[in-house]
């Protein structure tokens, strides 16, 4: 992505990984997400399950790219020792999970052919 195709994020998705025995710190984080974030930011569903490429439970964190760089870093301080997969919002789904995408925390594999 060059400089000028910055333009083309849309928005971002963090997407807190969580199982049965994080699911607490999970809701935890996501009580103070709303608490710090709540006029900026859309909380997703509780997924205890995998859905699309993701490899365990989830929910989705969306933001627009003007909250990045305050919720990011906060994230990385605040994250209760979960796991934060983000990625940008381009069009593009393979690129911004794959080429794009920052990890806090363990480093999980996705399932691109999900993406396609």
Known sequence: MS???IDSITGYHAHVY????????????REAIDAAFSDRVVLGRWH????GPHPIGSYQVA?????????????????????????PDTGDSVPDHVDHALWL???????????K
């Open 105 to 115: 925390g363990e480093k999980y594999e996705i399932d691109v052919e999900k993406l």
């Open 63 to 87: 933001f627009e790219p003007e909250v990045f760089a305050d919720l990011v870093p906060w994230l990385a301080l605040n994250r209760e020792g979960l796991t934060v997969f983000l990625h």
């Open 18 to 29: 969580y199982d049965a025995d994080t699911k607490a710190p999970a809701a935890t984080l």
């Open 48 to 51: 205890d399950e995998p859905v």
């Open 3 to 5: 400089i000028n195709e």
